[in-house]
């Protein structure tokens, strides 16, 4: 019950990470382009990882590193790409629907059925994100599906697929390689496609070493990919990738704080009480294991 608490901890504080970065990425995108930002940031934070855990690796977990450091990539791509094409709330909804496919997906590939507690605790917390993300308008559910709204949706896909992957893995074979493998393998695919970008998508090489990028890719690389993916692998080995997902669903909620902080933006009342909703969805989860794990030790103690 302790290791499971300071895991869920430690994702609690990746997610803070996570959400108070959008902002500064946002603005970094303005001078350097999106495939460039991501070989950078994944190449730090890959040279850190290797110096830090090379004594340790071991070579049973390297292709379920690269699977994963695949997905991660994929899932970074897809997001960036369909924010440029398609309305930040839309994007920030459609991401978010990794949450309640984690469960889904955990059934499907891994046999691992979520409990009631669990579903309810998902269900609620995505739909505070609908409330958070989607403008109040009709027009904001009822527009077209653009090409942006389709690439976000499949960035959905691929992260509830890493998050299921890692947590199986991390448990089974070791944090520590899973963690390095795969940023490593996000660093080349970063690295390779700064050269196709060109070609297959038409993205002109932008680059200019402004205070904001250099310290985009330093926060990013170190806390945002290496700190945070590593402690990320640690945690699922004591939790859920039910509960992993639901954690993460803090995000936009830490996104909209640290941008009224920065920005003065203001939170709508309907905004708020989506943040409320993902507040309650968690604590619905977090109660109902922690009163079950209690009657179990008792029991055990009997």
């Known amino acids: 019950m302790k290791d499971r608490s300071r895991a869920e901890l430690a994702l609690a504080g990746v997610t803070i990470i996570w959400g108070s970065t959008f902002v500064l990425v946002k603005s970094a995108l303005a001078d350097v382009s999106t495939y460039l930002f991501l070989a950078l940031r994944f190449t730090l934070a890959a040279l850190a990882l290797y110096f830090i855990y090379r004594g340790v690796l071991k070579r049973k977990a390297v292709w379920p590193g690269i699977g994963a450091g695949c997905l991660l990539f994929a899932a970074y791509v897809c997001q960036t ?8 709330s839309k994007s920030a909804f459609l991401t978010g629907l990794s949450i309640p ?3 889904l997906l955990s059934s499907l590939v891994y046999r691992i059925r979520p409990r009631f507690s669990e579903i309810a605790g998902i269900l609620i917390a995505s739909f505070g994100m ?8 009709a027009s ?3 527009s077209s599906i653009s090409r942006g709204d389709f690439l976000s949706f499949l960035c959905a896909v691929i992260f509830a ?9 991390s448990q089974a074979m070791g944090f520590q390689t899973v963690a390095v493998i795969q940023v490593v393998a996000a660093a080349v695919l970063g690295m390779g496609s700064v050269f196709l970008a060109g070609p297959l998508h038409s993205e002109t090489l932008r680059f200019q070493p402004t205070t904001g990028v250099v310290a985009a890719v330093l926060i990013t690389g170190l806390l945002g990919t290496a700190l945070a993916f590593t402690t990320m692998a640690w ?10 997902a639901l954690i993460f669903s803090l995000e936009p909620v830490v996104a909209w704080f640290t ?3 920065l920005t003065g933006e203001t ?11 993902i507040l309650a969805g968690i604590l619905l989860v977090e109660v109902r294991f922690s009163r079950n794990e209690t009657i179990v030790s008792t029991q055990a103690s009997l």
């Not at 945690?235 to 992993?244: E, G, H, L, P, V």
């Open 267 to 277: 939170l709508p009342m309907r905004a708020r009480a989506g943040a409320g909703l």
């Open 259 to 261: 941008s009224w902080i």
């Open 130 to 137: 609908a409330l958070m993300a989607l403008p109040s308008g």
């Open 161 to 169: 697929l890493h998050i299921v992957v890692v947590s199986h893995y």
């Open 235 to 244: 945690a699922q080995k004591y939790t859920t990738a039910t509960r992993s």
């Open 101 to 103: 496919m984690v469960p």
């Open 140 to 142: 904001g559910l009822s």
């Open 81 to 88: 790409l369909g924010l440029e094409l398609t309305t930040p």
